[in-house]
């Protein structure tokens, strides 16, 4: 892995698989050497799902329990991440979710808070932005 690609996450699947501003932008970032993913959402109606998505997106170790302490864990410790300036997650397709469940919604609001705090103030911050777009 790169210092540019954290872990599999295209820039174009946050797109919806097409070019446009959120690819240029993740591209832009990754250009000043931090690592970006992108976290799609769209369909994803369950925790189950919602944890399968981070698996893939994040590409997490074979370790991660697929519930909301493993992916804290994988958040805030990244040693199995490759080195990198700063990381940068971006979420799209979140909506549907966050209608569907919005309990386990506020959780993995709550985890990604938490893990963006975690690495506040250090050598390599962790970002994790939602993008605003239509929903289905």
């Known amino acids: 892995m790169t210092t540019g690609d ?39 109606r ?39 300036q700063g990381r940068l997650v971006a979420v799209t397709g979140w909506q549907e979710y966050a209608r569907a469940a919005p309990g386990d919604w506020e959780i993995a609001q709550d985890v990604f808070a938490a893990a963006v705090e975690h690495w506040r103030d250090t050598d390599t911050a962790l970002e994790i932005v939602l993008a605003l777009g239509p929903s289905d």
């Open 6 to 44: 954290w872990a599999g996450g295209d820039p174009a699947a946050a797109d919806g698989g097409s070019p446009g501003a959120l690819a240029g932008v993740l591209g832009a970032v990754r250009g000043t050497g931090w690592s970006t993913v992108a976290l799609e959402l769209g369909g994803v």
């Open 46 to 84: 369950d925790k189950d799902a919602f944890m399968e998505r981070c698996a893939t997106a994040f590409a997490l170790p074979g370790w991660f329990g697929r519930n909301w302490d493993a992916l804290a864990d994988c958040l805030t410790d990244l040693s199995w991440q490759g080195p990198a």
